[in-house]
C-alpha cells in the first residue's frame, strides 16, 4: 500500500502558537485542549483565520464547520502520552504545552498506569462529551516517539543506558513502544486517524499515515538505531500502513541505509539540512516530505527561496511522491511569505 496524493506537490503549513496567539487571539491554556466548547469554537476559529488570510491558496476549508476535533490539528505538539507516562506538563499563552523531564532512574515503566492517568480520564471524557454532542469525533493527537518519550522521562541518562546497558534499554524501549502502541491504536479506533497532527500533510494522502516522530534520534548513531529501535519500526511497519517516519533533525540521510530496510517506509518527513538525494537513492518509492527552515524562511529573498524548494524537489523527483511542508513559523512570518510558498509549487507542477 504505498500512500498517494490526490495531486502532485501538495503543500503545508504550521504555525507557532505564537502566530495564533497575534493573530487569532488564541490562548493555549489547559482549556484549549480539554474543554469541549473551547475545542470545537477555537478549531473553527483558526480555520476562518486561515481562510481570511490564506483562502486564495485553499486554506481554511472547513471554516463553517463546527468540528469535534479530539486534539489539536494546526499545532505541532506532542506532549499527552509524556503526561500519561509521568511528566508535569505546563502550559503557556502562546506557546505549546512544555513537557517537563521526569528524570526517572529505572530502566522500566507500569504499562497500565498511563491508561489509568488523570491525563487520560481527561481525554476520555472530552471525547465523550464531543460525542455526546456531534455523534462522531474527529482528528488526532501527536503520539510522539519512542525515543522521544524516554528522553522526557529519563533526560540524558537514557543515552548512558544504551551504553551501559544496551538489553535493559531495548527492552525499555519496547515496552514504550507498546503503549504507544496501544495509545494510537486508542485514537484511530475514535476517529479513524492517527497522525494529522504530526504533519497536515498526511491529509493529502488517500489513505490514514501512521507517522512515528524521530526528532531525538540526530543524537544517536546509526549503530544504536539499528540495535535498539529500528526493530520497532520495522514490525510497525508490518503492522500499520501507510507508515512513516517523522525526522526533523538536520541528518536523516544518516540514517538511510537503515531506513532503506523497514519493510514498508512509505513515508519520510524529512529535516531542513538532510541530503533530499541520497535518501531519495535508500528509498525510490517512499513519498518525501520536503521540510523547511521556519526559523529561516523570511530571511531569503524571493530568487533564494524558489532555487531552496526547486533544488529540494528536483532532488526527490517524482512529484507525486513529493510534498513541502514549513512547520512552526512564528509570528514574524509575513502573509507573502506563505503565499509564495505555494506559489513556487504551483510553478514547479507546471513546470
Not at 456531534?134 to 503520539?143: E, F, L, Q, R
Not at 510534498?323 to 507546471?350: H, P, Q, T, Y
Amino acid at each position: 500500500m504505498k500512500p498517494c496524493c490526490s495531486h502532485p506537490l501538495p503543500v503545508e503549513v504550521v504555525f507557532h502558537p505564537s502566530w495564533w496567539n497575534r493573530h487569532a487571539g488564541i490562548v493555549f491554556d489547559e482549556d484549549f485542549f480539554y474543554d469541549p466548547r473551547r475545542r470545537v469554537a477555537d478549531e473553527q476559529r483558526m480555520e476562518r483565520t486561515l481562510y481570511d488570510r490564506f483562502g486564495d491558496c485553499g486554506l481554511g476549508g472547513h471554516r463553517d464547520e463546527a468540528r469535534p476535533e479530539i486534539g489539536v490539528v494546526h499545532l505541532a505538539a506532542g506532549y499527552l502520552l509524556s503526561e500519561m507516562l509521568g511528566c508535569r506538563v505546563e502550559y503557556a499563552a502562546d506557546a505549546a504545552p512544555q513537557v517537563i523531564c521526569a528524570h526517572r532512574e529505572e530502566l522500566a515503566i507500569d504499562e497500565e498506569a498511563p491508561f489509568r492517568s488523570e491525563p487520560f480520564r481527561r481525554l476520555q471524557r472530552l471525547i465523550e462529551a464531543l460525542k455526546a454532542k456531534y455523534g462522531y469525533v474527529t482528528g488526532d493527537i501527536n503520539w510522539g516517539g519512542v525515543l522521544n518519550l524516554a528522553i522526557d522521562l529519563k533526560g540524558e541518562a537514557v543515552l548512558m543506558d544504551m551504553m551501559i546497558d544496551p538489553e535493559g534499554t531495548r527492552a525499555y524501549f519496547e515496552a514504550i513502544g507498546r503503549v504507544v502502541e496501544r495509545f494510537f491504536r486508542y485514537i484511530r479506533s475514535e476517529t479513524g486517524t492517527t497522525s494529522i497532527s504530526v504533519n497536515r500533510i498526511v491529509r493529502h494522502l488517500d489513505a490514514p499515515l501512521f507517522l512515528h516522530s524521530e526528532c531525538s534520534h540526530t543524537m544517536i548513531s546509526e549503530q544504536d538505531y539499528e540495535a535498539l529501535l529500528l526493530p520497532i519500526d520495522c514490525r510497525w511497519s508490518e503492522l500499520y500502513r501507510p507508515y512513516g517516519i517523522h525526522y526533523c533533525g538536520r541528518d536523516p540521510h544518516r540514517h538511510a541505509a537503515q531506513f532503506a530496510r523497514i519493510p514498508h517506509l512509505d513515508f519520510l518527513d524529512l529535516g531542513w539540512g538532510g541530503d533530499v538525494a541520497a535518501l531519495r537513492a535508500a528509498l525510490p518509492e517512499t513519498f518525501f516530505s520536503l521540510r523547511l527552515n521556519p526559523v529561516e524562511i523570511e530571511s531569503y529573498t524571493s530568487d533564494e527561496l524558489y532555487r531552496i524548494i526547486a533544488e529540494r524537489v528536483a532532488a526527490s523527483g517524482d512529484l507525486l511522491r513529493t510534498g513541502i511542508c514549513c512547520i512552526n513559523m512564528d509570528a514574524g512570518v509575513s502573509d507573502g511569505r506563505v503565499r509564495e510558498l505555494f506559489r513556487i509549487a504551483e510553478e514547479l507542477r507546471k513546470r
